[in-house]
């Protein structure tokens, strides 16, 4: 090397130890010559050109931690590939001169912290680590953060690399498979170390924040973690998130985990030392980094903020690199690989990544460590989510654009004001299907696009029922969203509580997104991008598509929104005339599902009958897309299956019937199939035999598929709208007989079952305990199998037959009724009073009893005892968590009552309870 090549590395490298230099004391290092050593100038001392035992040569800096030696940086200059020194900084790590104290040694009998810095570029050995292995960091730790491992260097695995290798055995009691699976993936991945990213697939609706908070509790309680962050793509799904956290009660002594851990929203500023979970947007964390204000409040301009160009970020000492073990991405946004992707990378922390839509770029940046997988059809044949169809509406407008000739007086809108004049157009205005809706508002296409979704959707879509489904129409834009509002009530002839703009912008979103979910009212919710991931609506029925989306991640999670399942009793409370959600349907309106990206449903034949088949299934002559449709077809029923009826079921199938659908799902997956046909010579044959496996336990059990359609017989009901009925013959002839027969079937069923139905015995004995709508529940469910099949309606129609006296000015029972029919039957009343009336009789006589006792209620606390009522009248019952659901929830739910009942609002709840129920 020439002296000229000799002075240039020298200035290089002394360029280097300038901003080493920077760093270090950016992170609150005190950086010192030899010669003017004070070990006492802070925490952490940095000293230069420390001189280490003979024939090791002099470091570039020792570093000392509360006065002892911890750690050596070699400092290379800038462009050096660092891992081609790791030998040298190695070599001063268990080279050290007599003079010094040491805190520690790593077990190898080295320094434990071992850095290798270009200025540009640090590398950090942590010598606790098992296997310690150098891994690329952003800037240099703070002194307080070794010294928190400094004081954990004599428990066996100082660090969390080391204690996630030890952890106990997982609680699967509350989870699923899939869960069970991402979980133990995760897991495995850590203690592999091979990568510092985990990846987990898993189908919209199969329960990834509840995995990942089962995740984030054994980590922190056995792994050794000691803070994590948990990104959300919105802001209301981190208010989704909250709850999750708030509400998950830990396996092992039933405590919530917020009463262990404290989970805080992220904002500017030193993190609190306290907190355990940090829960953010992506945007949110890059604003704290860059000491912006980040507000309490959630701030919709930021909300979804992609910028043009990838961010970069630099060191804030207030949240350090260190700050996080670990970091949870949940419903991955598209973008967050790409232009977000040098905040994540700005942590030294494992980054796990949830999402159930990976594209190449999520695949790339989680360096294809997918460790676990669950797809959305396998979620069907589980009966985590439903199925979908598919079901399209083309206007000529929509497909072909249109012309308005000039001369035409037309209404302008401005954008940002919406005021409204009116031009008459000098020349012809030719605009084409792309520019709909954005350039030009076609009022008569949004009106006929709604105006046949009114007239299809009881006799096409959802042939024979009477309520609109819960409906989510996702618009272009804001502007978009405000038009298709006015017309669907105009078209629906429907108030504004039918339907509503949920986006960004729109006033009280929130409490419009929970009214959607619960409310009986609101039946269509109109957003942009609002609804479009994670957001749960499990009663949604239709997705309906007036906007094109050209990525196949986004479009997969739009269509999650209508997978979620819902228990029938919760599903029938907002849409009374539905008996179960098996399924949702796709509308499109704009061809967005005639994209290449579309997977078509499993339920693919549906003008082939499941007689048929099954039949095909015995032949072994069933096609791929039959398969699919057999999965989806059993799917549904298995999820209609009271539990007696499924594990009848899986005893005729002599196993799961449920693990039957997954391997015809299975067998029509392309990743299942591209592993079977590699390397055969007929690949066709190859493919046909999966099949063949998948059908055998129905081919070859004759039995099961007898009984499965037995049991479609008794869960379908077939509704002719075709043929034309003639009246014959009218007359007023009451026969009893069918009555009589009914009511004294009913009689001997509420005696001889008197012992063992939790509801039987409640009402006919002495008992303390009140009586559940559970209780209530688990009655109708028993009667209304076969081969009684009774309703409340059918036994109280049966007296009323024997008796008008019975007769109500409602013809339709609840199920609380059941209560006044065994009370009635077994001799405890003797008047047959509908269980509403009896409540309300009741709640008369209470008021009568406080007026008389000198207490008063204001208008806004009878509002309150008003509904309190109601909810008892059709639930047998209120519970305190009852409050943050309709109706309550627009007053301020729980805490809209304490406000208004005070420290009465508990008491008063037993009280009616006590006083107002059986």
Known sequence: MSPGDDANRLAAEARARVLIDRQLTDAGWSVQDSRSLNLFAAQGVARREATMATGHGRADYLLYVDQQVVGVIEAKPEGT???????????????????????????????????????????????????????RIFNFPKAATLAKTLRRKDEEHPTWRGKVTALPPLDTTPLRPAQIEAINGVEQSLREQRYDRSLVQMATGAGKTYTAVTLSY?????????????????????????????????????????????????????????????????????KALRNEEVGESDDPALDGWVPDTPVTVAYNSDIPPETFDLIVVDEAHRSIYGQWRGVLEYFDAHVVGLTATPGKQTFGFFKQNLVSEYTYPQSVADNVNVDFDIYRIKTQISDQGSTIEAGTVVPKVDRRTRAQRYVALDEDLEYTSGQLDRAVTATDQIRTVFETFRDKLF??????????PKTLIFAKDDAHAEEIVIQVREVFGKGNDFAAKITYTARNADQQLAAFRTSPALRIAVTVDMIATGTDVKPLECVFFVRDVRSPQYFEQMKGRGARTI????????????????????????????????????????????????????????????????????????????????????????????????????????DRQ?????????????????????????????????????????????????????????????????????????????????????????LTEAKERRISFSDIKELADRIARPP?????????????????????????????????????????????????????????????????????????????????VKVIANSAGIRTEDLDDAPFIERGGTDGALRDLGDRAAELIDELNSELTA
Not at 459 to 468: A, D, H, L, N, Y
Not at 735 to 756: F, G, I, M, P, Q
């Open 674 to 762: 591209a592993e079977a046909i590699e390397g055969a010579e007929d690949p066709d044959s190859a493919r046909q035999q999966l099949i063949i496996d998948a059908v055998k336990p129905l081919a070859s059990n004759p039995d099961l598929r007898a009984r499965i359609l037995e049991l479609r017989r008794v869960h379908d009901r077939v509704v002719d709208e075709v043929s034309a009925d003639v009246l014959l013959d009218a007359y007023g002839v009451v026969d009893t007989s069918k009555a009589t027969s009914v009511v004294e079937s009913w009689r001997e069923y509420l005696n001889k079952h008197r012992a063992e139905i939790t509801a039987i015995q409640l």
């Open 81 to 135: 590939p660092l891992s081609g020194v790791e030998w040298q900084s190695a070599m001063y790590a268990d080279g050290l001169p007599p003079d010094v104290r040491l805190a520690a040694l790593a077990k190898d009998g080295r320094l434990p912290f071992v850095f290798e810095a270009s200025g540009t570029e640090t590398h950090f050995t942590n010598g606790f680590d098992p296997g310690p292995r150098a891994r």
């Open 567 to 670: 228990p029938a009793a919760d599903f029938q409370a907002v849409t009374p005339d539905a008996k179960q959600k098996t399924r949702f349907v796709l509308i499109d309106a704009i061809g967005v599902t005639e994209h290449d990206f579309v997977e078509p449903p499993l339920n693919r034949e549906k003008s082939v009958s499941l007689q048929k088949l099954l039949q095909k299934a015995a032949n072994l002559t069933i096609t791929e897309d039959e398969t699919a449709t057999l999965a989806s077809r059993l799917a549904a029923l298995e999820h209609q299956l009271t539990p007696e009826e499924r594990t009848e079921l899986d005893s005729v199938a002599g196993g799961s019937v449920r693990n039957v659908v997954r391997h015809l799902v299975d067998a029509v997956d392309p």
């Open 788 to 868: 009684y099949n009774w309703t409340p309606d059918i036994i109280w129609n049966a007296y009323v037959a024997l008796d008008p006296q019975f007769a109500t000015k409602s013809d339709h029972r609840t199920l609380t009724d059941l209560v006044s029919l065994v009370r009635f039957t077994v001799g405890v009343d003797d008047k047959l009073v509908p269980y509403v009336e009896r409540v309300q009789e009741r709640y008369a006589a209470w008021l009568a009893q406080q007026e008389q006792a000198g207490v008063t209620f204001t208008d806004s606390e009878r509002w309150w005892l008003d509904n309190m």
């Open 218 to 286: 054994r980590l922190l309680k056995f792994g050794g973690f000691d803070r994590i962050l948990f990104l959300v793509d919105r802001n209301n799904l981190a208010k989704q998130t909250m709850a999750e956290f708030e509400n998950y009660r830990t396996p092992d002594d039933g405590r919530r985990f917020t009463e262990l851990y404290n989970v805080n929203r992220l904002n500017r500023g030193p993190m609190p030392e306290s907190t355990a979970l940090a829960i953010s947007t992506i945007q949110r964390v890059f």
């Open 459 to 468: 006799t096409e879509i959802f042939p024979g029922r009477s309520t609109v």
